[in-house]
Every structure is written in C-alpha cells, then in structure tokens.
C-alpha cells in the first residue's frame, strides 16, 4: 500500500530539548511539506521540498529545520528555539501529475 | 498577501444540504482545494477547482468563480459521518496550499 507514515503519533518532550519528527513515503511524490495545526486553526506551512537536497522556508519556519536527503524521506526538527512548540504536525506530499496533497497521520508534539 | 475566510462552525441536521463559503485575496491563483478533516486525523482530499463553475462528485460539490474569489462546498444527503471540519486551500505558486481557518461542520440528527 502506498501512503504516507509518520511517527511516532505522540510525542512528549521537555522544553529546551530538540525533537525530531519522522515523515517517509513511497508515493514517489517530488515534493513534500511540514504543517503545523492549532486548536481551531487552518494548517500553517513550516517547510516544503520539491527535490532531493533542495528546500525552502513556509510562512512559520523560525525554531525548525528540515533535511531531504532521500525522495522519501523528510524529517522536521523542532528546535529549543521554537516558543510554542506543542502542536499537531501535519507532513504531506505531491506529485507532478496533480497538485493534490497527501497527508500522513500527524504527530501530536506536547512539550512541557 | 494570502486571506482565506470561512464561517467558523455550522450547523445543519441528517439528511438536509449544507453550503460551506470560502473567500479569498491571494497574489496567486493555480486552483481551490476542498478537504475534509476529523478530529485528531488528517485531512483527505474532496476536490480541486482549476476553472469556473460547478464540479459533482456524489454527494459533494464545489463550485468556483474565479472573478469574485469565492468557492463554495455543496454537501447534499448529510450524514452523521459529515460532522468534521472542511479546509478550503488555495494552490498559489511554487506548488503550496494556503489554508483557511477551517469550518466545522456539526450534524445532528
């Protein structure tokens, strides 16, 4: 089955500690993006990529960082540097043959 | 810049049609979005809007006017399992979605 995976679904962490959220797929999608989702929020674009080695900054990107060293692959750090950091973390990709984005189950990140 | 608006909640009752509203100001226009999300879960995909006019996929429909930056959501035959909130995103460029605020949809019956 092809689809999208993220892991784990929650995570807890104290603050001042960097945090890495896991986000693979084997749609052979191009692109890939990191959402960040609050209680009664729309979702806010941290990263995305739209090739291997290359990728830029979304609307939210301070306190996080991003690799896409693999198509399939494109972990998000959540750094000391983010204020608020607890949040659903949405990851998602494309394809060139539609614009359509799928999204992986989510991380819920509670830091305390 | 990028504005989406949405209502925030709605309500409607099993079996009845609902529309959901979106408006956008956007410096880009490649196309809509509709998804669907339930709590706690991710948003799965409901349609995509390119040109004017009215698309049908069984219960739901979505239109849009491109003129008037407006996008609506038809959902017809409600049913309990409706009851979630529905994203309408805009594709701009550099392939990216920007979401609005969502609409949460409460069905009773």
């Known amino acids: 089955d092809g689809g999208i995976t993220q892991s784990p679904k929650y995570l807890f962490r104290k603050e001042g500690q960097n945090v890495t959220l896991s986000c693979e797929q084997n749609?052979?999608?191009?692109?890939m993006y990191w959402y960040r989702q609050d209680p009664g929020q729309g979702l806010r674009l941290i990263y995305y990529s739209q090739i291997v080695n290359d990728f830029q900054k979304g609307d939210i990107a301070e306190g996080y960082s991003v690799s896409r060293e693999k198509k399939e692959s494109f972990p998000l750090t959540v750094t000391s540097a983010q204020k608020n950091p607890t949040a659903f973390y949405l990851c998602?990709?494309?394809?060139?043959?539609?614009?359509?984005?799928?999204f992986g189950p989510g991380t819920r990140l509670t830091v305390t | 810049g990028q504005n989406i608006d949405q209502p925030t909640e709605m309500t409607a009752t099993e079996g009845a049609i609902v529309q959901i509203n979106c408006t956008y100001q956007t410096s880009g226009f490649n196309g809509l979005f509709w998804y669907q999300q339930h709590a706690g879960e991710a948003p799965t995909f409901l349609s995509y809007n390119v040109l004017d006019g009215l698309e049908e996929k069984g219960r739901f429909s979505s239109f849009l006017s491109r003129s008037k930056g407006y996008s609506y959501l038809l959902l017809k035959e409600l049913q309990m399992k409706d009851s979630a909130s529905y994203l309408c995103a805009v594709f701009g460029g550099y392939s990216t979605l920007t979401f609005g605020k969502g609409t949460m949809l409460l069905v009773s019956p």
């Open positions: 998602a990709s494309s394809g060139t043959a539609t614009y359509e984005q799928y």
């Open positions: 749609l052979n999608h191009d692109a």
